[in-house]
């Protein structure tokens, strides 16, 4: 099973991961966060999801009793048993939702006949 290692800035967000024999899937939920603030930065054994909510300043004068709305970075990172294919990983998201398919490196063996002099 693949290795999760959390790392809080401020909160961390839930997600799940997942893998069959051709690939990792990994779902995380990120409401409220426009994808232009998630950033992923993946090489072949870990992949790291870092985003930020922004708090919406209000030019009102608004008197706040309380808030249970987290504001700031988020960041998680996964490690992977087995290397993944950095060029075929496909990211989506919707409805607050961060998809991401990682491919896992397939490695192709050529079998070769060896003459003997």
Known sequence: MPEISKNWILSNFNSELKEDKDNYYIKAELPGIEKENIDIEID?????????????????????????????????????????????????SKNGILHLTIPKLVRITKTSRINID
């Open 44 to 92: 072949t054994n870990k992949v790291s999801i870092n985003a930020e909510k922004k708090e919406e300043k209000e030019e009102n004068n608004k008197k706040s009793h309380f808030s249970e709305i987290y504001y700031g970075s988020f960041s998680r990172t996964y490690a992977f048993s087995v290397p993944v294919d950095v060029e075929g990983v496909k990211a989506s």
